[in-house]
């Protein structure tokens, strides 16, 4: 058998290998993991657009009842008292 | 840090680092490039995790953490440390996770700059597996210390950082373990 010495304590080897090769089990954790991102993103996906579209609308509609509110009265001329309407 | 597993020196002592294009390529979630890069530093991971702990079961469920979160962490992964020494953080936190044991007490530090020594070496050369055993005899905190400065040769501001202890503590750990390595080598480890 072959005996290594060394003389400073840098000089041990760096790289110790496992006994057992740890690729599988990463590999299963890499492709679960794979499974749990892709069946989360078509959910997102599907409900994205339904959701902002019917955000916009609120919105929209939100605006025009508030858009309604603020309207300015129709202007005057300076000088001329305002119409009075006669009730018919 | 040199970095023997993911760099080559040229003419002009340019640092090429051949990970980067199989960290991109990982990084869009091919897992086969990945495996490249498990297989390329998965000695020194191991390596990392079985002086740590001392235990080979342990090392290898370790090792294995690290990857896995490595992988998940890949797309936080800046290059402005080198891939081996980022794979190494991750692999020292699942140590220190796992470990869950008051390890890297704070030991008192007069002046940290008395514990200044080059690297440490031996009069007459040492068996490596006598060395090995020296070394897991130690306390766990200056084994610490020694295994990430000693032997990984990471500076103790680096080193500090990955076991989340003050650099003044890494240093005094690190004299620590000289000491109780060189009485322990002349003793004889048992």
Redesign the interface.
Known sequence: MN????????E?????????D??P???A???A??VVAMDSAPRRSRWLPAVGMAAAVALVTVGIFIGRGITPPPATVAGTPPRRVRPT | MAD??TARMTKNDTVVDFDVALIERARK?D?KA??RL??DH???V??LC??MTRN?DL??DC??DA??KA??ALPRFEARSSFSTWLHRIAVNTVLEKRRGPSNAEIPVEDPTEYEEP????DT?????E??AAIQSLPQGARDA?VLC????YEHSEASEMLGIAVGTCKAQLHRARGL?RDRLERGVK
């Open positions: 005996i290594r010495r060394v003389n400073r304590i840098d041990l080897a760096k790289s110790l290998p496992p006994s057992r740890l690729w089990a990463i590999s954790a890499i492709e993991d794979r | 023997g597993a979630g897992s990945f495996e498990y297989r998965v000695g020194r191991h390596g079985l002086r080979p090392a290898a090792a294995q990857f896995i992988w998940k690297v440490l070496s031996f050369p040492v068996e490596e597996e060395l090995e020694l000693g032997v990984y040769g390595l």
